[in-house]
C-alpha cells in the first residue's frame, strides 16, 4: 500500500513512517528539511517543500491509497498553518482521488461521545488562556476534515511520552474510556491500523495507554 504522510519529521509522524515502512508500505513524505528523516528505505520517497505549496501538497497525495496526517501547531501566533494546510490536503486528495485519510488531534478537541472530568474541563480552559490560536488552529482542521466528504478518522491523543510501546490502546471518549498518557509508539501504530481498519470510519476517539 501506498501511504502519504505530512508532519513525519516531527516525533510522532517519524514513528509513523517507520512502522510504515516496516510494514512493507511504500511512503512518501513531504518536508521542508528532508534532511530531518535519516531513515534511509527504498520505499521512502521523500518530497521537498511545505504544505503551504500546493503543487508538492498534490505530488505527494497522488498515488496514495491513504493519507496520515501528524501535522501539529509550532506556535501559538495566529498563523493557523495546520488548518490551511488542511484545506490543501483535501483539496489534493479530492484531485487524485485518495478517499481514506487519518488525522492526528489533541485530546483537548472534543467530540460529542466525551464526558469530561472536571480535570478535563480544566485543561482546555488552560489551552485557550496559554495556547488558544494552537486550540483555535486545531479545530478548524478538524472542522474541515468533518466536511471534507472523505473517508477520514481523527485520532485525539492525551499527553504523548518516548517511552517503549506497550502494544495496549484504550480507545473511546475522554473523561470515560481513556486515560492521561500515550506512548508515540502505540499512537503511531494505532494510526497505522486504521488505514484498513473501518471500526473508526467518520469518527473521532480519543486514545491512551
Known amino acids: 500500500m501506498k501511504l502519504a504522510v505530512f508532519g513525519g519529521t516531527g516525533k510522532t509522524g517519524r514513528l509513523v513512517v517507520e512502522q510504515a515502512l516496516a510494514a512493507g508500505h511504500e511512503v512518501a513524505v513531504l518536508a521542508r528539511n528532508p534532511a530531518k528523516l535519516t531513515i534511509q528505505n527504498p520505499h521512502l520517497h521523500m518530497v521537498q517543500g511545505d504544505v503551504q505549496d500546493t503543487a508538492k501538497v498534490l505530488e505527494t497525495v497522488t498515488g496514495a491509497d491513504a493519507v496520515i496526517s501528524a501535522l501539529g501547531p509550532t506556535t501559538n501566533r495566529p498563523l ?24 492526528t488531534a489533541g485530546a483537548g478537541v472534543r467530540d460529542p461521545m466525551d464526558t469530561p472530568k472536571l480535570m478535563d474541563n480544566l485543561i482546555v480552559v488552560a489551552l485557550k488562556l496559554l495556547n488558544g490560536n494552537v486550540l483555535k488552529d486545531m479545530q478548524q482542521a478538524v472542522e474541515q476534515v468533518q466536511a471534507s466528504g472523505l473517508d477520514w478518522t481523527i485520532v485525539r491523543g492525551p499527553m504523548l511520552t518516548d517511552d517503549a510501546a506497550t502494544g495496549t490502546v484504550r480507545a473511546g471518549g475522554v473523561g470515560k474510556d481513556i486515560g492521561t498518557r500515550l506512548t508515540r509508539a502505540d499512537f503511531a501504530a494505532f494510526l497505522l491500523k486504521q488505514i484498513s481498519d473501518p471500526i473508526w470510519s467518520r469518527k473521532m476517539p480519543a486514545i491512551s495507554n
Open 80 to 103: 493557523f498553518e495546520v488548518s490551511k494546510g488542511m484545506t490543501n490536503i483535501i483539496a489534493a486528495m479530492r484531485q487524485s482521488g485518495a478517499r481514506r485519510l487519518i488525522v
